[in-house]
């Protein structure tokens, strides 16, 4: 506290200098330099309240504790999410194999063959099942009859792989 308001008492020895040489050069000045002088001691009581206050009180600290910064999730992309979740229908149901991932399937291998070797499945079939393979074309074919029994088992794992692997050759 004696640090503090030897600062403050250093700190007005300026303007109480100012005030004399005010009251002795321009006494005319006077009252507005009275009021500027209040307003300077006004601010060192201030600052020395401040002060003490600060210091009285201990710091604060966090009521929890700061987290590290969590790595950014890896959830795959939501198109990716997506084809995984038809796939595990696919291989769980015959229903879903259908319905939901053999269109998938058929689009995917109707963009590759187009964009990769020029043929359409409608206009080359013959073509398009030497490129494929005959499990994936057995898959993708058009003509692909709905499952007669709707709670069957879809497509088995080794199959599925190597549908995916087909896909992945052209």
Same mark, same amino acid.
Request: contains cysteine; aromatic residues 4%; glycine residues 6%.
């Given at each position: 506290?004696?640090?503090?308001?030897?600062?403050?008492?250093?700190?007005?020895?300026?303007?109480?200098? &100012?005030?004399?040489?005010?009251?002795?050069?321009?006494?005319?000045?006077?009252?507005?330099?009275?009021?500027?002088?209040?307003?300077?001691?006004? &601010?060192?009581?201030?600052?020395?309240?401040?002060?003490?206050?600060?210091?009285?009180?201990?710091?604060?600290?966090?009521?929890?504790?700061?987290?590290?910064?969590?790595?950014?999730?890896?959830?795959?992309?939501?198109?990716? &999410?997506?084809?995984?979740?038809?796939?595990?229908?696919?291989?769980?149901?015959?229903?879903?194999?259908?319905?939901?991932?053999?269109?998938?399937?058929?689009?995917?291998?109707?963009?590759?063959?187009?964009?990769?070797?020029?043929?359409?499945?409608?206009?080359?079939?013959?073509? &398009?099942?030497?490129?494929?393979?005959?499990?994936?074309?057995?898959?993708?074919?058009?003509?692909?009859?709905?499952?007669?029994?709707?709670?069957?088992?879809?497509?088995?794992?080794?199959?599925?792989?190597?549908?995916?692997?087909?896909?992945?050759?052209?």
């Amino acid at each position: 506290m004696n640090r503090d308001l030897g600062r403050a008492l250093r700190a007005l020895i300026a303007p109480t200098v &100012a005030l004399f040489v005010v009251l002795v050069f321009i006494p005319g000045r006077l009252s507005l330099a009275v009021r500027i002088y209040g307003l300077l001691v006004c &601010a060192v009581a201030l600052a020395l309240a401040l002060s003490a206050l600060r210091r009285s009180y201990p710091r604060a600290r966090r009521l929890r504790p700061r987290r590290r910064q969590q790595p950014a999730s890896r959830r795959p992309p939501p198109g990716l &999410a997506r084809i995984e979740h038809e796939t595990a229908l696919g291989v769980a149901g015959a229903f879903d194999l259908h319905f939901r991932l053999v269109p998938r399937i058929r689009a995917i291998a109707a963009g590759l063959l187009a964009s990769r070797r020029s043929v359409s499945q409608q206009a080359a079939p013959d073509t &398009a099942r030497n490129i494929l393979g005959s499990e994936t074309w057995e898959l993708v074919r058009a003509d692909r009859p709905p499952p007669d029994d709707r709670l069957a088992r879809g497509l088995p794992v080794l199959e599925m792989r190597s549908v995916v692997e087909s896909l992945e050759r052209i």
